[in-house]
Every structure is written in structure tokens, then in C-alpha cells.
């Protein structure tokens, strides 16, 4: 029985019970228990290769904290003296935390992040709820929905509107996570039931149910891959390259700069695991939409207007020069490329390639995200200086239009102002042998996908749930 129904916003579809986040602190019983709980499941952490190496290495300084004499002493103290053991647990953390939040050296000031973090995990105890379950919630940021994915949760239900060129929805699609937004249930009553969700349709049942497939065979069509870690690409099958590797995702993942041996370890994760595929790596598209301490600026009156991508890049060339070298040590293991994000401009892609022979990788291609109404109208000067080029359709669409990308817009005038651009930008690309493909949401979009090869693109890239509907959708195209 359909029970509610809301925006699916990531397809796919799941049962399991369902929990919210907050609900796992009611099975906290005592200090040992949250202690070996939390021991038991970072061990398990630190040793799973199949783990990015920032999360291992995070679970390596949660196992080191945990370690502490002086914190599981406080929190002893605070339980002997009639705290509860969450209250305990926060206000220990919170103290030491404090501690260093003042400290000149960036390290420490790092740790007093990881021990806040730490102590809302111990709350987070490995109870059946957390497990293979629906999360149940009001809202969720991203590094929310990496922790439920790390929890293994099955789906998602949230009560806020969410657009699907959203951040958090874009990324529920890239890990495969069923999601639906826009949902009005009542959290006691849902708790603890058996649900099932469908994230394409929206609907809401209780209780299990079983999903028909409708799979098609979408091998002879050009469709590249979306991912943002290895473990994306390895589970995919039957894409040709993967058009969209998000490297963000790793800083925001480690709410910070990762150390360089995580993220060389990262990326060439990513290349073998595609299997000799093209692996197309978009450098930071970061901002104050997708902030990260230390690298973005922190507040923007209208961050889709601020500094983004690149721009920050340019800003910050430590950083881009970095990401550059570790990427040069990816290159040795596979096929490699370099994708810049928010792009005006021809000297923005000169400034980037000097940086790619200032670092040896003069040998590595590098392609320009068309995504900005600037970067179409100047395709005839980009082609001279750029390798490939990638349609962004979401930021590109939302400038266009003059639209929210967090907004749930429909694409007026069925796109014909944007394919206006399109149309005017690719034989500048053609004329100079640059490939084009399609990166954004609309790629996945059934009623777009054939238009924009029509228009001349050479493949599209999505998630690998959307292969299928998208291969069907083509198949009548001649």
C-alpha cells in the first residue's frame, strides 16, 4: 500500500526499516559499550581496502583518540556524577575540543574538528536500525549523506524540497542511493516499520516490495560514467569512459585538504579501477555552494555568482598545482584527463596548461566544462587552447534561464535557448577535432539524451542507474 508520495530525485529502489539519525542514541547504555562499539568498527574501517584512503586514515585518528586516557576519563567522571552517557560524551569531547580550536598550528586545529566528530559518532553506535535501513529526515548536507553511505543505508526520505540538479541529490545519484524528497510522514509512526521506496517515482510504500526490473542492453550507445571514488566506477558495467570524476567530493568527504598520499591514492584508485577506460577528472569545482575551510572564501552574498571553480584555482595555484601532481601520478596507471570547471574564458584554460607543463603533464589532455553562456559564445577561441570540451547542463541551464539550480525548475521553451548555444559552440569544437560530451543532469534526462547527439555531441555521461532508461530511450533513434 502506497503510504506517501513525494519528488524522487536519485532512482533506484530499496526496503529496509526505517530510523533518523537521532533515534541511535537511545541504544547508548554505557561507556564500555560505546567504547567497544566504536573500537570494534573503526578497526573494521582502517582495514577494508575496498575504503577510500581518507577513510581509513580518518578511521586510523578516531582509533588514536579513542586511545586518549584523559577524554575517557572525563566522560567517566561526567557519568559518575549523574550525566547521562551522551551528555558525557559531547561535553568531554567539546572540552578538549576547545582546547585547540586557538592553537596556531593547523594540525591541532584539525584534531578539535575530528574529536567534535568524534563524539557525535560514538553517539552512533552500530545498532540494527543504522543498518541497511530507510534515514528518516528534515534535511541533509552532503557529508550527511556520505556517513549514512558509509552506514551502508539503503534509501532515503527526506521532508524538504530538494531539486534534482541539487548538490546532495546529484551526489545520492553518483553513490547510487535511492532518494525522495518533499515527504510529509510522521517520524513516530515510521519509525521502526519495514518501508519501501522508489526514488524515480517518488512513492512510499510499507512494508517490502518487489521492484520489476527493466533493464535494457545499453552497451552499443555512447554513455560514459559519473563517479566520485573508485568504488563508483568498479561497481558500474558497460560504460565506455568515465566522463565525470567529481575529485571535490574527496575535500569535502575529509571536511578539509586531505593529505596528498590520500588523494594520489584517490585518484589512482579511480584509474585502475575503470580497467583501461578513459577516466576524466574535473579538477575542484569548489565555492562558497560547496565550501571547504581554509580554500573557499566563506560567505558570498550569491555564491552561483562568486568565486567558483577556477576561479578559486587561480586564487589558490598551491592548490591547483597540488591537485596537478597528483594527478600526474595517476596518469602512469591508465588513460587520464584533466577537465577544468566554470570556464570564461581562453586565458583561464592558458593559465591551467601552464601549470600542466610547469608539472610535467604537458602530455596529459585537458578539456574546458562549457557551462557558463561566456565559455559558448567564446568556443571558437576555447577550441584553440583546449583538448576536449564537457557540456555542464546544470549551471549551464540555470545561467541561461536565470534560475535557482536549487530550485525545482522544469527547462522552459524545452531547452531551445540553451541548444541555441549549443548549436552556435560545437562546430567550433568539430572544426578543431575537439570531442564533446555531456555531463550534466540532462544527459540522464530520457527526453534530452537524443538531442543532444542530434546536436552533435560524441557520448553523455551519467550514473550508472540512469544507463538503462537512457539506452532505452535511444534505441529508436536512428
Given amino acids: ?22 533515534a541511535r542514541r ?6 564500555e559499550q560505546v567504547y567497544s562499539s566504536a573500537e570494534r568498527r573503526y578497526e573494521r574501517w582502517a582495514e577494508d581496502a575496498s575504503l577510500p584512503g581518507a577513510a581509513r586514515e580518518l578511521a586510523l585518528v578516531y582509533l588514536a583518540l579513542l586511545e586518549d586516557p584523559e577524554l575517557r576519563t572525563t566522560v567517566e567522571k561526567a557519568v559518575s556524577r549523574g550525566r547521562s552517557v551522551a551528555e558525557a560524551i559531547t561535553e568531554a569531547c567539546e572540552q578538549q575540543a576547545k582546547l585547540l580550536d586557538g592553537a ?13 566528530a568524534l563524539g557525535q559518532e560514538l553517539l552512533a553506535m552500530e545498532d540494527a536500525e543504522s543498518q541497511g535501513g530507510i534515514l528518516l529526515s528534515d534535511s541533509l548536507t552532503p557529508l550527511g549523506l556520505y556517513e549514512a553511505y558509509g552506514s551502508g543505508v539503503r534509501g532515503i526520505v527526506l521532508r524538504e524540497p530538494l531539486a534534482a540538479t541539487s548538490h546532495l541529490a546529484i551526489l545520492a545519484r553518483t553513490l547510487s542511493v535511492p532518494l525522495v524528497a518533499d515527504v510529509s510522514f510522521d517520524i ?50 558497460g560504460y565506455k569512459g568515465v566522463g565525470l570524476f567529481r575529485t571535490e567530493f574527496l575535500y569535502l568527504q ?22 583501461g577506460r578513459p577516466v576524466i577528472f574535473r579538477l575542484l569545482d569548489l565555492g562558497s555552494d560547496k565550501p571547504i575551510p581554509g580554500v573557499t572564501r566563506e560567505r558570498e552574498p550569491n555564491p552561483m555568482l562568486g568565486e567558483r571553480g577556477v576561479r578559486v584555482l587561480l586564487r589558490r595555484r598551491d592548490i591547483l598545482e597540488r591537485q596537478i601532481k597528483a594527478l600526474v601520478k595517476a596518469s602512469a596507471y591508465g588513460s587520464l584527463s584533466i577537465m577544468v570547471p566554470m570556464v ?75 541548444f541555441r ?5 560545437l562546430p567550433f569544437a568539430k572544426q578543431r577535432g575537439r570531442e564533446v560530451g ?16 542530434d546536436a552533435g555531441c560524441d557520448y553523455l555521461s551519467m550514473v550508472a542507474s540512469a544507463f538503462s532508461v537512457v539506452g532505452k530511450a535511444l534505441r529508436g533513434r536512428n
Wanted: charged share 20%.
Fill in 188 to 237: 513516530k509512526a515510521w519509525q521502526g516499520q519495514l518501508l519501501s521506496i522508489d526514488g524515480a517515482t517518488g512513492q512510499i510504500w510499507a512494508g517490502e516490495r518487489s521492484f520489476v526490473s527493466t533493464q535494457v542492453d545499453y552497451t552499443p550507445f555512447p554513455l560514459w560514467l559519473n563517479a566520485a571514488s573508485a568504488r563508483d566506477i568498479a561497481a558500474a558495467q
Fill in 104 to 116: 596556531r598550528h593547523p594540525y591541532l586545529r584539525q584534531r578539535a574538528e575530528d574529536l567534535r
Fill in 421 to 425: 548555444l549549443i548549436d552556435y559552440a
Fill in 254 to 275: 575529509c571536511g578539509g585538504m586531505p593529505g596528498i598520499e590520500q588523494e594520489e591514492e584517490h585518484y589512482i584508485a579511480a584509474v585502475k579501477a575503470a580497467l
Fill in 26 to 31: 537511545q541504544a547508548v547504555l554505557s561507556v
Fill in 438 to 453: 555531456v555531463c550534466g543532469e540532462l544527459a540522464a534526462d530520457a527526453g534530452y539524451a537524443a538531442r543532444f547527439l
Fill in 1 to 22: 500500500m502506497i503510504i506517501a508520495e513525494g519528488t524522487g530525485v536519485a532512482g533506484g529502489a530499496a526496503s529496509g526499516i526505517a530510523y533518523r539519525a537521532s
Fill in 344 to 418: 570564461t574564458s581562453a586565458q583561464e584554460m592558458s593559465a591551467v596548461r601552464a601549470v600542466l607543463s610547469e608539472q610535467g603533464a604537458a602530455h596529459i589532455k585537458l578539456g574546458a566544462m562549457l557551462e557558463t553562456p561566456a565559455a559558448m559564445l567564446m568556443a571558437r577561441e576555447l577550441a584553440e587552447v583546449t583538448d576536449f570540451f564537457s557540456l555542464g547542463t546544470n549551471d549551464l541551464a540555470a545561467y541561461v534561464y536565470a534560475y535557482d539550480r536549487a530550485g525545482d525548475w522544469q527547462l522552459p521553451d524545452a531547452g531551445d535557448a540553451m
